[in-house]
């Protein structure tokens, strides 16, 4: 059973940065897609962010390209999401979420989620 936590959350003034990182465990992620989605009050999920735990090829949303990177350790098993020149809006529960696809890393492909950290952003 995939286990998932997420660690790093907390709060920062508009342009400052921040750095989640999700442990991952329980079987062997080749060929698994790993990745961030996020979830911000009375929104819907808003995918963020996955790389591909084999070869690290990465896939960001629209919102958050050029300012969020997404990387991976493979020998520690976790999953990284450094965010850069951070705004109001990115202010949500940001999931770890893994999924056995090779396509982007949307809700309905996720195979199991962690339990969220909470990131605020301040104007």
């Known amino acids: 059973q995939v286990h998932l936590v997420e660690s790093g959350g907390g709060m920062v003034q508009a342009g400052g940065s921040l750095r989640l990182s999700c442990a991952a465990s329980?079987?062997?992620?080749?060929?698994?897609?790993m990745g961030w989605v996020r979830q911000a009050p009375g929104n819907e999920r808003e995918f963020v962010a996955a790389i591909r735990w084999n070869g690290g090829s990465t896939d960001y949303g629209n919102s958050v390209k050029g300012r969020f990177t997404a990387s991976r350790d493979i020998a520690k098993n976790t999953l990284y999401l450094q965010m850069n020149s951070l705004k109001p809006e990115d202010t949500a529960v940001y999931y770890c979420?893994?999924?056995?696809?090779?396509?982007?890393?949307?809700?309905?492909?996720?195979?199991?989620w962690g339990q969220g950290t909470s990131v605020t952003v301040s104007s």
């Open positions: 979420a893994a999924g056995n696809t090779p396509f982007r890393l949307t809700s309905d492909r996720v195979d199991a």
């Open positions: 329980g079987r062997t992620f080749s060929g698994y897609t």
